[in-house]
């Protein structure tokens, strides 16, 4: 038996040698012809550099497409839709008054609760009503608000169930064919509900109505670049929306919201940070109209401090991740119109472009160790930033309350937004880690 095995290992080893002998000219053979083949060097092609220069100019192009897109949809709105509307229907007073309930829930907010109160009972409209929600405050708010029972305020005390489960209370103790939130650090222009009453007049399809939110008292300059901030990044990308129809986030210092609407599809959720952009998308989703009415003014708080600032922005920017991963099913989709094909990925954009601001100047900051153009991407950058101070401006002076301190600060807007962007990024991460954290509002000051 070993015999056999052995004789098996002779010839095996005999058969791989005469193999290798056989094979060795033929593989010899095929090294030199491939020795003789030029291949191109794609690196002096695809270079370190040359990525640097295509990933930045890729960046620049969507960000200044994004900037030039708002600018024409907001010139519309502003200029060419009045116009067109004006020549097709002539401008007429409203004849019936709509109902309108305002609902201002409040948690621990005694120090602006009575000034919010007092500016809702000066309003320039016959037919509306003032409820207030006090979500188990543990400050004298109940008290504040109590205050203003005999002028026909309506308080209500709860237990503690989130901002979410206050306007709820709200809207089922209101009498209002529609429901307006304001936040009770804020405080409405006498003028806003003739114009929210207007839209909802002109368009029997509309679900709802964001109002434009204000700074009030922007003193010191973090405020003033939030005024900012509100004037262009967020107005001005309301007013290119609301010409299609599908305005993404209500605010809730001023949402103006359909009662019968939000009885069909069920109220605010109280499963996200940013109910306001929640219970628009189900708005949408639902098939109604969104749009958006610049002189239907709120004026509101900001955060004074960098770190109240911070706490702010990782909210809204956490619950706008939140909301989008609740309707996947929107994404694109045109059975919901142009909320699904324009609208998400717009707001996809909007969450994007904070990764695309840091490109730029990341890009800027390597592209040296690679032997990239500075010249030009330095020049690329500056267009983007004159651009940027100009949109800015604009947004500025087509606001029915335009400001000459947003004007002059401007210029370091583009340096604000990518402080904002990288509070942002923060967000996202912690929002894709599943990171705990709780509802944390800025300090209260009283309104002016």
Same mark, same amino acid.
């Given at each position: 038996m070993r015999l056999m095995r052995g004789t098996v290992r002779l010839l095996f080893a005999a058969a791989l040698v005469q193999s290798l002998v056989l094979v060795t000219p033929a593989y010899a053979s095929a090294i030199d012809i491939l020795t003789q083949i030029r291949v191109p060097d794609y690196s002096s092609i695809f270079n370190y550099a040359f990525l640097i220069e295509a990933f930045f100019y890729g960046s620049l192009f969507i960000l200044i497409f994004r900037l030039v897109s708002f600018c024409s949809l907001s010139f519309i709105y502003t200029f060419?839709?009045?116009?067109? =509307?004006?020549?097709?229907?002539?401008?007429? *007073?409203?004849?019936?008054?709509?109902?309108?309930?305002?609902?201002?829930?409040?948690?621990?907010?005694?120090? $602006?609760?009575?000034?919010?109160?007092?500016?809702?009972?000066?309003?320039?409209?016959?037919?509306?009503?003032?409820?207030?929600?006090?979500?188990?405050?543990?400050?004298?708010?109940?008290? *504040?608000?109590?205050?203003?029972?005999?002028?026909?305020?309506?308080?209500?005390?709860?237990?503690? $169930?989130?901002?979410?489960?206050?306007?709820?209370?709200?809207?089922?103790?209101?009498?209002?064919?529609?429901?307006?939130?304001? @936040?009770? @650090?804020?405080? +409405?222009?006498?003028?806003a509900l003739k114009w929210i009453s207007r839209r909802f007049d002109s368009n029997p399809r509309l679900g709802a109505v964001a109002g434009n939110v204000k700074i009030d008292k922007p003193t010191g300059l973090l405020?003033?670049?939030?005024? +900012?901030? !509100?004037?262009?990044?967020?107005?001005?990308?309301?007013? =290119?929306? =609301? +010409?299609?129809?599908?305005?993404?986030?209500?605010?809730?210092?001023?949402?103006?919201?359909?009662?019968?609407? /939000?009885? *069909?599809?069920?109220?605010?959720?109280?499963?996200?940070?940013?109910?306001?952009?929640?219970?628009?998308?189900?708005?949408?989703?639902?098939? !109604?109209?969104?749009?958006?009415?610049?002189?239907?003014?709120?004026?509101?708080?900001?955060?004074?401090?960098?770190? @109240?600032?911070?706490?702010?922005?990782?909210? &809204?920017?956490?619950?706008?991740?939140?909301? /989008?991963?609740?309707?996947?099913?929107?994404?694109?989709?045109?059975?919901?119109?142009?909320?699904?094909?324009?609208?998400?990925?717009?707001? &996809?954009?909007? /969450?994007? =472009?904070?990764? /695309?601001?840091?490109?730029?100047?990341?890009?800027l900051l390597i592209s040296s160790l690679y032997g990239a153009d500075m010249n030009s991407l330095t020049s690329g950058m500056l267009v983007y930033w004159v651009l940027t101070v100009g949109v800015s401006i604009y947004a500025v002076l087509i606001d029915p309350k335009p400001g000459i301190k947003e004007i002059l600060v401007s210029p370091l807007y583009l340096f604000y937004s990518v402080f904002n962007d990288g509070v942002g990024i923060m967000a996202f991460v912690e929002e894709s880690l599943n990171l705990t954290m709780r509802w944390e509002k800025p300090k209260r000051e009283e309104l002016g």
């Open positions: 060419v839709a009045p116009f067109i =509307s004006s020549v097709i229907k002539k401008k007429k *007073e409203i004849d019936e008054f709509i109902k309108i309930s305002i609902i201002v829930p409040a948690y621990n907010e005694e120090v $602006t609760i009575s000034s919010c109160i007092k500016s809702m009972l000066d309003l320039n409209y016959p037919s509306y009503e003032v409820i207030v929600v006090d979500d188990g405050s543990s400050d004298n708010t109940f008290n *504040e608000a109590s205050k203003h029972s005999d002028k026909g305020v309506k308080v209500i005390r709860q237990k503690n $169930t989130g901002k979410p489960g206050a306007i709820n209370t709200g809207i089922r103790n209101s009498s209002g064919d529609v429901v307006i939130t304001v @936040d009770a @650090d804020s405080k +409405l222009h006498p003028d405020k003033i670049l939030q005024s +900012l901030e !509100y004037t262009t990044a967020i107005n001005l990308g309301r007013k =290119s929306q =609301s +010409l299609l129809h599908c305005v993404m986030i209500v605010p809730g210092a001023i949402a103006a919201l359909k009662t019968q609407v /939000l009885k *069909e599809i069920g109220y605010f959720p109280q499963d996200t940070f940013a109910e306001d952009f929640d219970i628009t998308m189900k708005i949408l989703q639902a098939g !109604y109209h969104v749009e958006y009415e610049s002189r239907a003014i709120a004026f509101t708080q900001a955060p004074e401090s960098i770190e @109240d600032f911070m706490k702010q922005r990782r909210r &809204w920017y956490r619950g706008m991740a939140q909301v /989008l991963a609740k309707y996947q099913k929107m994404y694109l989709n045109p059975r919901y119109g142009t909320a699904g094909i324009i609208g998400v990925p717009y707001m &996809w954009l909007e /969450l994007g =472009s904070s990764l /695309l601001n840091m490109v730029l100047l990341f890009t």
